[in-house]
């Protein structure tokens, strides 16, 4: 399941740079920028408040904060329930 909300939140940047580099029409290419503008602001906001999730990954840091910037939930949820299940 998690694999195709990640696929639908890719879908959603490459629309929206599609809509930027002019490749969509006006109305579809404004909406995709939204809905990929309203995406990242609340995965920023992910990577604030469940920084400790965040860091549990075990590449390095940048890299789980700009998994976390792409997939928000779907990156740091399975981070703290493994966490959740080691400490149980």
């Known amino acids: 399941m998690f694999l195709i909300l990640k696929m639908a939140c890719l ?3 490459g629309l ?6 002019g490749l969509l ?9 939204n809905v990929a503008a309203v995406l990242l602001t ?3 906001l992910e990577v604030v408040f469940m920084f ?3 860091r ?10 700009v998994l976390t910037l792409l997939f928000g939930l779907l990156h740091w949820k399975p981070l703290a ?3 959740a299940r080691k400490q149980a």
């Open 11 to 13: 879908f959603a940047y």
């Open 16 to 21: 929206a740079l599609a809509g930027m580099a």
């Open 25 to 33: 029409g006006g109305d579809l290419a404004s909406r995709m920028l």
């Open 42 to 44: 609340l995965h920023a």
């Open 52 to 54: 400790k999730h965040v």
């Open 56 to 65: 549990k990954y075990r590449g390095p840091l940048f890299v789980s904060v």
């Open 81 to 83: 329930d493994a966490q």
